[in-house]
């Protein structure tokens, strides 16, 4: 791939990159690590790297690996201070806090599976057609459909429930 091809096709993709690294890793800064880390990987190795067909879903795919072995590591070094310190409840108790920060909708996207929320944050979020979604994740199109129809139904569920609590909160 040429420099002009690279920074015409792959560079204009970085919004859509971090965004979508941010869905999966669930913190702006990791993503931009994770965008940035890919970035200067494919401007070094351009030269070797032939240019594909759909490089949106190449890029994606890209941004996808980069995070599921960043959240591999992360796993890693929860079980590692689990097993240094005493007690996972201060671990635990980390974790809840950083969620109840959280928005709403972010929550409720954050606890859905992580197949479904993949999905749903590139049709939704990124506007990626279905045959493209499928390239991305690995599956056929069929199976993408089914997936989004059932994260939009989980997605309303968990949504409609949150509402409900937080009414629940302000009235009492």
Known sequence: MKESEFIRLVMPLRDRMFRYAQSLVLSSAEAEDVVHDLLERMWRDRGRMELPQ?????????????????????????????????????????????????????????????????VIHLKEIEGFRTCEIAEVIGCDEAQVRVILSRGRVALRGILQKLMNDERTTKTH
Do not use: I
């Open 54 to 118: 759909h490089v949106g879903a190449f890029v994606m795919t890209a941004v996808r690996n980069r995070c599921c072995d960043l959240l591999r590591r992360r796993q890693a070094d929860v079980r590692r201070l689990a097993q240094v310190k005493a007690s996972s409840e201060r671990v635990t108790e980390s974790v809840v806090q950083r969620w109840e920060a959280r928005e709403v909708v972010r929550r409720a996207m954050a606890s859905l599976p992580e197949r479904q929320r993949e």
